[in-house]
């Protein structure tokens, strides 16, 4: 019985301290991060199959950058994070793990990491090198700084397009850059809108990620429908590039033009309803824009 007691007791804690680096490596970014890098090496025009070890080094080496570079993170970010509602729960901000062993941790991740990338070849992982000192070393102390560090921060958040692609393609052709602009542009509304509805938190932690320096204003939310509108020409690219055909072009601008209608609404509104609907609407965005150029370039092969 005690020994039953004994067993059960080493489960609770090993499952506790798996559960504590999901939340370190923010697992759920981190694969929707990972997705748009996979699904930008399925577009390169040198993949015309679905290689099952290679989709998967792939994804384990983003994951584990992704993961390296969110776990530097909250580990530079330890205080700040203790302060705010939605990142107290965080395993370092919350003491359930020390920055020693985070930052172990991330150093283990992110260069393991970078060598499963390498297979791919060096272009590949020096892009991906660069993307995590990028977020982890320029981002994360710039947050305090100034609302530049979005501009700073859509950099690295936009650049496993840029990973994938080169995965793929051996280059940095304009398919991949194009990619890259999508995913650059869109960071903006849907990180302005997180910040809208966080904005007590952030600014209680000394964070300034909103346009205007007085937080909650028509000039942030104008700021959001700018960008959402600057998606419209970018969004056709791929088009007229080559790289897709009618069938994305169609569900590209229906999604952008979605994305401008919710924007508007936060500008006319000025509610944090109205931009949770922002939020949302972003986190559909992406997959949906990066499945239908997908799809349409297999319905093109075939």
Same mark, same amino acid.
Request: net charge positive; proline share 4%.
């Given at each position: 019985?005690?020994?039953?007691?004994?067993?059960q007791?080493?489960?609770?804690?090993?499952?506790?301290?798996?559960?504590?680096?999901?939340?370190?490596?923010?697992?759920?970014l981190?694969?929707?991060v990972?997705?748009?890098?996979v699904?930008?090496?399925?577009?390169?025009?040198?993949?015309?199959g679905?290689?099952?070890?290679?989709i998967?080094l792939?994804f384990?080496?983003?994951m584990?950058?992704?993961?390296?570079?969110?776990?530097?993170?909250?580990?530079?970010?330890?205080?700040?994070?203790?302060?705010?509602?939605? %990142?107290a729960g965080?395993?370092?901000?919350?003491?359930?793990?020390t920055?020693a062993?985070?930052?172990?941790?991330?150093?283990?991740?992110g260069?393991?990491?970078?060598?499963?990338?390498?297979?791919f070849n060096?272009?590949?992982?020096?892009?991906?090198?660069f993307?995590?000192?990028?977020?982890?070393?320029?981002?994360t102390?710039?947050?305090?700084?100034?609302?530049?560090a979005?501009?700073?921060?859509?950099?690295?958040?936009a650049?496993?397009?840029?990973?994938?692609?080169?995965?793929?393609?051996?280059?940095?052709?304009?398919?991949g850059?194009?990619?890259?602009?999508?995913?650059?542009?869109?960071?903006?509304?849907?990180?302005?809108a997180?910040?809208?509805?966080?904005?007590?938190?952030?600014?209680?932690?000394?964070?300034?990620?909103l346009?205007s320096?007085?937080?909650? %204003?028509?000039?942030?939310?104008?700021?959001?429908?700018?960008?959402?509108?600057?998606?419209?020409?970018?969004?056709?690219?791929?088009?007229?590039?080559?790289?897709?055909?009618?069938?994305?072009l169609?569900?590209v601008?229906?999604a952008n033009?979605?994305?401008?209608?919710?924007?508007?609404?936060?500008?006319?509104?000025m509610?944090?309803?109205?931009?949770?609907?922002v939020?949302?609407?972003?986190?559909?965005?992406?997959?949906v824009?990066?499945?239908?150029?997908?799809?349409?370039?297999?319905?093109?092969?075939?």
């Open positions: 019985m005690e020994q039953e007691t004994v067993k007791s080493s489960s609770f804690k090993i499952a506790a301290k798996l559960k504590d680096y999901m939340l370190l490596v923010k697992f759920n981190s694969f929707m990972v997705f748009s890098a699904v930008s090496y399925l577009l390169a025009p040198l993949v015309t679905f290689d099952v070890e290679s998967l792939l384990v080496g983003g584990l950058v992704t993961g390296s570079a969110n776990a530097i993170n909250q580990a530079l970010e330890k205080n700040t994070d203790a302060i705010m509602k939605r %990142t965080r395993p370092v901000a919350a003491g359930r793990m920055v062993e985070a930052m172990s941790f991330a150093i283990v991740s260069l393991t990491g970078v060598m499963l990338l390498w297979h060096s272009l590949t992982a020096l892009l991906s090198l993307s995590l000192f990028f977020y982890a070393f320029i981002y102390p710039l947050k305090k700084i100034s609302s530049v979005v501009l700073a921060g859509a950099i690295p958040g650049m496993p397009c840029l990973i994938g692609w080169a995965a793929g393609n051996d280059s940095l052709s304009a398919g850059w194009i990619l890259f602009t999508i995913q650059f542009f869109w960071q903006f509304p849907h990180f302005w997180i910040a809208w509805i966080a904005h007590k938190d952030y600014s209680a932690a000394g964070f300034k990620l346009p320096g007085e937080g909650q %204003t028509k000039y942030s939310a104008l700021q959001a429908v700018i960008y959402s509108l600057l998606l419209l020409p970018v969004g056709v690219m791929p088009y007229f590039n080559g790289m897709s055909g009618m069938i994305s169609f569900v601008l229906v033009l979605f994305m401008v209608g919710v924007c508007v609404k936060l500008y006319l509104e509610t944090t309803g109205a931009a949770r609907r939020m949302f609407a972003s986190y559909i965005y992406l997959p824009v990066l499945l239908a150029l997908l799809i349409d370039k297999v319905h093109l092969l075939n």
